[in-house]
């Protein structure tokens, strides 16, 4: 038996895919900023958080690229200096 996009059981699995995805994506995302002020790798946990809520909202895929660029920026400058 094959299903279409139509029918109800795809329609519920992608809103429970998108839902868990949310949920674990801002709890780690939460927790990263948490350890902005408490002890912990919150310059990997963020981008993490960002990652797993990218894979369903372009919102976090844009910050996500924007970390990036900033993060990269702030390696070279470090790595200018160092020289």
């Not at 809103?15 to 948490?34: K, Y």
């Not at 912990?40 to 946990?45: L, R, S």
């Not at 970390?67 to 470090?78: A, D, I, P, Q, Y």
């Amino acid at each position: 038996m094959m299903l279409h996009d139509g029918h109800p059981l795809i329609i519920t699995y992608k809103w429970a895919r998108r839902v868990v995805i949310a949920v674990v994506g801002f709890t780690v995302l939460l927790v990263g900023l948490a350890m902005t002020v408490l002890p912990g790798p919150a310059f990997i946990v963020i981008p993490l958080g960002l990652g797993i809520l990218g894979l369903e909202f372009a919102w976090a895929r844009h910050w996500l690229h924007k970390v990036k660029e900033r993060s990269s920026t702030l390696v070279n400058s470090f790595w200018s200096r160092k020289r």
